[in-house]
């Protein structure tokens, strides 16, 4: 390295000064290279080949190496490269693919030298060694590198790379043998010039064509490289892998990239197409370039610092028939027009968010953040000495923003979850109990829409028997029409139900007035409203004292009553415009004008303020007219849309389980799979594991359905070798070991490890324990069975043990007696348990085994079976086909913490 | 599973038919700037130029399914002006690609009521490239024509499907056994658009009516080629007088048709190719690929204004180039890359694209007269191909190297549109 050395002695002697200049060329430049004195630049293009000397305040034309009244295609160049040596020797690679070298100490006004004329398509490249001045290498479209020895006339080497076209090589600067090619698939090669039969190495760096590529002048493993795929890539050559170290994303493909002199982390970058500026990047910020130069008109095509230890100029040339030289503390920093901001979510939902301190207004509802002392909340930065950026001190203001515990409460959703019926009984009875369910979690709107579902579906006779009496004709004072249709719920419910995106986000008593005043808007522009006989003063005459404060707004303004009522026309809305004056109907529609985002034409309807009936007129006529009860299906299915749209999944899906076909039919199975999965999702993340199950199995979507057997293989690993087990769960083939050792008795075993189990060998107890059903028993996670059964279980007062069933489990012949699924929960170090839980356990109860190689039947004791899910048939090839089927719900029970949880029942037989 | 003529052409290659269908799919049914309908009425636009009916009337079907108005199909003078200005691009681009200019991009793009965004008009230029040159290949492969007296085989026309190919391609087989069913269901299939049917018929019901006519009469004729085609494969040539007869009837028939259809869908019709070469020698005219380029430019561009195009697009033009055929190449004596780069450069010469590193007098020795006329009409003219001239190409070629013939074309001639339209846009863009 001593001629580096030289040089930096002449730099520090002699050096450069200057300003951001141009110059115009005559024609589109392709590439420059600078003299090794950075007082000279070649430039050279299609059209264009010229030697400018970089003057004080320009550039100044020295040469025009393009000579001759009709230049050959050899002159034009699709890339140039000065020698690093010697001031005298250029080389240009032409697009017709032939290589030349020039001589500038040739007395005759051509200075070409040699011409190479061996590959067959266009050079993309040319590269002298660093060191050997005779050396060139060149790098073609056509796949092949040449080296060339310019005292000879042909190359000396070729090298292919077995693949498309080569875009760019390069001497290693440290390496004397090693140079690095670029493809077109892109791949990186590195070669050995002394082999030319293969590859050193090769790996792929990016996606699409590796344009170019540039070592590190100081650090010897670093190669950058720049692609299709608008990303620079620093790898680092040293280890045995290429390793990516830094990566920079641009905002377009990436044509050269240079390493800044002197600045280890620093590399300028310019793009092929579209973007035309300069980019000078810190690999460590690979998100804002520390400098831009954005002077070029059109696609810079040609990048070089002028001098190999100055990294203040740099000169480039363009598309648009520029050439500049840009200094450094001319360039642009758009780190300085930039923001800086983070924002981060704690482990407990809280938001921090910190900015410039000026960007934040000042507010003074803000307390100072207590934050968790354990942890420093300010950091400082060590400078850097090698950085050329001072970075300014800053300040900035950090939010932290932490949920209110109170208001993201969802214990609503799981009480809800927990205690909705939604199947195993008469509709009208879900959805009385429903609605008392959400009632009581004053849910009224919710426990309204399931009142209403319960008229509307269940048998007309036994409704309209107890409506008849309060029909309105017959002028009866009793208000409370139906089961629990009681005044309260009516405004409050329907109330909320009808903001839609009025008012999302307010809380339910400010809903009501939004509401009456909404309505009150539209109701202005509709007079048939007004002309409409509603029985709204009846209504309200009935009104306790202490709903009254609900009112306050109707009492003042007698229109807005009106609206509070008929808004339950929601659910019965065309009745009377059907019977009597269907042509008024089509009017309104038309007139219309929902703020429903996707209101269709039910919505529409449903949601103009326009027939004010009451209830009791309603429900009257709807004995009358004998609809179908399908007729209310648009509005229902409205209304399920609704909710999902408020994100009250849970309604829709509820509501969807227990009408079933009712109603499955009018809701899209995309829409109804995505409920049943949102929600089934929810109910995980509240570890609902027993009603997402349910839900599951309740689900008609075959998609959801199939929940349940899916991942149904559990792999085992041996507990001795943890190497995983081949063919058979118990015998690892490694270690011929048993794999696992039963829990209780100190035998191997193979088969089920429940809790407290041991595998079925002969003559050993099984043992269960059963919690009553209403329990879910808590077994500690991180606690194995024996463990419980040793220490926690004899600790427990005897009233709250779990009964103890044990029984003696003669396996049956040959293979193992449970699916292996279980064994595996339990076999595999740190997995999850198997927790059986066993609501509505019917022991009395006799099953006869029908398997074919039978379980020990008739054989006294416990019998343990795992069942596939009723109506699922065997699975077939799986183990649960080697069991029994068993049609009835009542005495199988599961329960699994697992996830997904397999739908395997264990029946307990006396 | 109905196998469309040029899914069945197509999969001589299946490599190749695979991203194409790939890239249809992407480009006629995935999110993109432009709404569905339009898609489909540019394919129309697109087909028209060179009268493709083939693909007219399987685009005119999807525009009515993708819920297009059906106004729109009486013509140009039905459509919204937005569209209608594409006209003059797909014109240009069509016959004379090398005079599209910025200027033109320009106006397309120039702020008012009816401009166009760049990416739009990326999509609509992609498209229009698409159609133009899958033109090529309908007429190349003899898609377009009805049955040709004699000796074809299995160059078979389907009528156009009521689905675009990419949908239609769930678990093909090539097998004849499927053809022949596909075939004899091609009535009932017709039926399942009815109601398309009568909304079209609703506009015009008279030239409605005979196209209705027409397809009747070439699906009986299907029939009837059916039996042809087993006596072909007897290998004896012998085919009844009757049916030539008729298809020469329904061939006439079609083609008056087709004239009346399409003519509404096109201005200026006598606009055409013209040789490239006969124009001043203009050195600074000519498109040199070093300067533009796919990999380098196009791709970049294309890919920036309408995502994941650009890998599809250049996974097609990878995939053509990487096709084997070697077999064809030693027939002609020489590498098969060079065989395939003349014939590539030899098409987009005739575009005015010109490669530095080429050496054209190659064209010359390695392509004979009869392959560069078939490679020319086909390029160039589509409409004008016919089927002698099929029957004299390349006797002694098999048919999945003259598919492969043709599926160079249709690149070649798709990424020469392709380059001059983008090259228009980056110079507009800067």
């Known amino acids: 390295m001593e001629k580096m050395a030289r040089v930096t002695t002449a730099l520090g002697g002699n050096a450069l000064t200057g300003r951001t200049m141009f110059c115009h060329l005559d024609a589109p430049a392709n590439a420059i290279s600078v003299c090794r004195d950075a007082a000279q630049v070649v430039v050279a293009g299609r059209n264009i080949f010229k030697i400018y000397s970089i003057e004080e305040d320009q550039f100044v034309e020295k040469l025009n190496l393009r000579v001759g009244r009709k230049p050959s295609l050899n002159f034009s160049c699709a890339d140039v490269v000065w020698h690093q040596m010697d001031e005298n020797l250029l080389a240009t690679a032409a697009t017709n693919g032939v290589v030349v070298t020039w001589n500038l100490g040739k007395p005759s006004r051509n200075k070409q030298d040699q011409l190479f004329t061996e590959h067959k398509r266009t050079v993309n490249k040319v590269c002298f060694h660093p060191t050997e001045v005779y050396m060139l290498l060149s790098g073609s479209q056509d796949g092949y590198m040449k080296c060339f020895d310019l005292r000879k006339k042909d190359s000396v080497s070729t090298f292919s790379g077995q693949s498309e076209s080569v875009r760019d090589v390069q001497f290693s600067i440290r390496d004397y043998f090693t140079f690095a090619a670029t493809f077109e698939n892109g791949n990186v090669q590195l070669w050995d010039i002394r082999r030319p039969d293969r590859y050193e190495r090769m790996f792929t760096a990016h996606n699409g064509p590796v344009f170019c590529c540039d070592w590190h002048p100081e650090d010897r493993g670093w190669l950058a490289t720049g692609g299709r795929d608008k990303m620079v890539k620093v790898w680092d050559m040293n280890t045995t892998r290429a390793k990516e170290i830094y990566c920079v994303q641009t905002i377009a493909s990436v044509a050269r990239v240079k390493w800044r002199p002197e600045c280890k982390h620093h590399i300028a970058t310019c793009s092929m197409m579209v973007d035309h500026n300069i980019y000078v990047w810190d690999v460590r910020r690979p998100f804002i370039p520390s400098a831009m130069f954005e002077e070029h008109k059109d696609v810079t095509t040609g990048i070089v610092w002028r001098h190999l230890h100055d990294p203040y100029f740099l000169l480039s040339g363009s598309k648009d028939s520029t050439l500049y030289q840009h200094i450094f503390k001319d360039a642009s920093q758009p780190i300085d027009r930039a923001n800086p901001e983070g924002l981060c979510y704690s482990l407990y939902g809280d938001l921090a968010f910190a900015a410039k301190e000026s960007l934040i207004s000042s507010d003074s509802n803000r307390k100072p953040y207590i934050g968790d002392r354990r942890h420093p909340i300010f950091f400082k930065r060590k400078l850097d000495p090698t950085e050329q950026f001072e970075y300014i001190s800053s300040s900035s203001a950090l939010s932290v923003f932490e949920t209110d515990v109170e208001s993201g409460s969802m214990d609503w959703f799981v009480h809800t979850a927990k205690q909705y019926a939604l199947a195993g009984r008469p509709l009208a009875e879900l959805c009385d109990h429903n609605a008392k369910v959400a009632k009581g979690l004053d849910r009224n709107q919710v426990a309204q829409t399931w009142t209403m579902l319960r008229i509307i579906y269940s048998s007309l006779g036994a409704v309209s028997s107890a409506n008849l009496n309060h029909s309105m004709g017959k002028g009866s004072t009793a208000l409370p029409l139906m089961n629990s249709f009681n005044l309260k719920d009516i405004p409050s419910g329907l109330g909320s139900e009808s903001r839609l995106d009025r008012s999302k986000g307010e809380s339910r008593a400010e809903n009501i007035l939004m509401d009456s005043s909404s309505t009150l808007i539209n109701n202005e ?162 570890q609902l594991w027993n009603i997402s199950n349910e839900v599951i199995k309740l689900s008609t979507c075959r998609a959801i359905n199939c929940l349940n057997q899916a991942s149904t293989t559990l792999h085992v690993n041996c507990s001795n070798c943890k190497r995983p087990m081949s063919n058979r769960g118990w015998i690892c083939d490694r270690c011929r070991q048993c794999a696992s050792m039963c829990a209780v008795c100190p035998h191997g075993g193979k088969g089920l490890f429940v809790r407290g189990g041991c595998p079925p060998s002969p003559g050993v107890f099984q043992r269960w324990f059963l919690y009553p059903p209403d329990k879910t028993p808590h077994f500690h996670p991180n606690e194995t069975t024996l463990a419980w059964l040793h220490h926690t279980y004899p600790t427990l007062p005897p009233p709250q043990r779990p009964r103890a069933a044990a029984g003696v489990h003669p396996p049956p012949r040959g293979g193992p007696v449970l699916p292996r699924p279980l064994v595996a929960r339990h076999a595999q170090p740190g997995h999850q348990r198997l927790h059986l839980h066993l609501p509505g356990v019917e022991p009395g109860r006799t099953r006869t085994c029908r398997h074919r190689r039978g379980c020990g039947e008739g054989v006294p004791g416990r019998h343990l079976r795992l069942l596939p899910p009723p109506g699922k048939g065997s699975a077939r090839g799986r183990p649960l086909s080697y069991w029994c089927r068993d049609q009835e719900p009542d005495d199988v029970l599961v329960f699994t913490g697992l996830f997904p949880p397999p739908w395997i029942k264990v029946v307990v037989l006396p | 599973g109905r196998l469309e003529a040029v899914t069945q052409q197509m999969g001589y290659h299946p490599q190749y038919l695979d991203s194409f269908l790939k890239t249809q799919h992407y480009l006629m049914h995935m999110d993109g700037p432009l709404p569905f309908d339009c898609r489909h009425y540019i394919a129309i636009m697109a087909a028209a130029r060179h009268q493709c009916r083939y693909l007219v009337n399987l685009h005119v079907l999807q525009f009515l399914r993708a819920g297009g108005d059906p106004q729109w199909l009486r013509g140009l003078d039905f459509i919204p002006p937005k569209l209608r200005n594409l006209n003059e691009i797909n014109k240009i681009l069509a016959h004379r690609p090398w005079l599209i200019t910025k200027e033109h991009i320009e106006k397309l793009l120039k702020i008012s009521e009816w401009s166009w965004s760049l990416a739009e008009l990326v999509h609509a230029v992609v498209l229009l490239a698409h159609c133009h040159a899958l033109t090529s290949f309908v007429f190349g492969c003899g898609c377009e024509q009805d049955e040709g007296p004699g000796g074809r085989g299995l160059l078979k026309p389907l009528s156009p499907g009521n689905q675009c190919f990419c949908e239609a391609t769930a678990g093909n087989g090539c097998s004849q056994e499927l053809l022949r069913i596909n075939r004899k269901r091609s009535l009932d299939s017709c039926m399942e658009l009815d109601s398309l049917r009568e909304r079209m018929q609703r506009i015009h019901v008279e030239t409605e009516g005979r196209e209705e006519m027409r397809l009747l009469q070439q699906d009986r004729e299907e029939g009837e080629g059916q039996e042809a085609e087993v006596g072909v494969q007897d290998g004896t040539e012998h085919r009844s007088d009757l049916s030539v007869g008729l298809s020469h009837l329904a061939d006439t028939d079609g083609e008056v048709t087709s004239a009346t259809n399409l003519a509404c869908y096109m201005q200026d019709p006598d606009f055409g190719y013209q040789d490239f070469a006969r124009r001043d020698e203009d050195q600074t005219q000519v498109f040199r690929v070093q300067d533009y380029s796919w990999e380098d430019h196009g791709f970049s561009l294309v890919n920036r204004l309408y995502s994941d195009i650009g890998h599809l697009l250049d996974e097609k033009f990878r995939m053509v180039d990487g096709l084997q055929s070697s077999a064809m190449a030693k027939r002609q004596g020489c590498e098969p890359s060079v065989f395939k780069r003349g014939i590539w450069n030899y098409i987009h010469c005739m575009f005015g694209i010109r490669y530095d590193d080429y050496d054209y007098a190659e064209v010359n020795q390695l392509l004979e007269r009869m392959l560069k006329v078939y490679i020319k009409t086909v390029t160039c003219y589509p409409e004008k191909t016919n089927s002698e001239m099929f029957d004299r190409f390349w006797k002694q070629f098999k048919h999945s190297e003259k598919v492969h013939v043709n599926l160079l074309i249709l690149e070649a001639r798709m990424q020469a549109e392709l380059l001059y339209a983008l090259q228009a846009i980056t110079q507009y863009m800067i």
């Not at chain 1, 999944?649 to 009408?659: G, M, N, P």
């Open chain 1, 525 to 686: 522009d509709n007079e048939e409203t007004e002309g409409s006989d509603v029985p709204a003063d009846y209504l309200l005459g009935d009104v306790e004292a202490d709903e009254d404060d609900l009112y306050m707004m109707d009492h003042e303004n007698p229109h807005a009553e009106e609206q509070e009522y008929s808004l339950p026309q929601e659910a019965f809305p065309l009745r009377h415009e059907i019977v009597d004056n269907p042509s008024a109907l089509d009017h309104l529609q038309d007139k219309a004008d929902s703020p429903h985002v996707s209101g269709n034409e039910a919505e529409t309807v449903s949601l103009t303020p326009v027939e004010s009936f009451s209830l009791i007129s309603i429900s009257h006529s709807l004995y009358e007219n004998r609809l179908p009860s399908d007729f209310f299906n648009p509005i229902v299915r409205d209304t399920l849309l609704f909710y999902a749209e408020q994100g009250d999944v849970q309604t829709a899906v509820s509501v969807l389980i227990v009408l079933g076909d009712r109603i499955r039919k009018e809701i899209d199975e995309q829409i109804q799979e995505h409920w049943y999965t949102s929600y089934i999702d929810l109910l995980q993340r509240f």
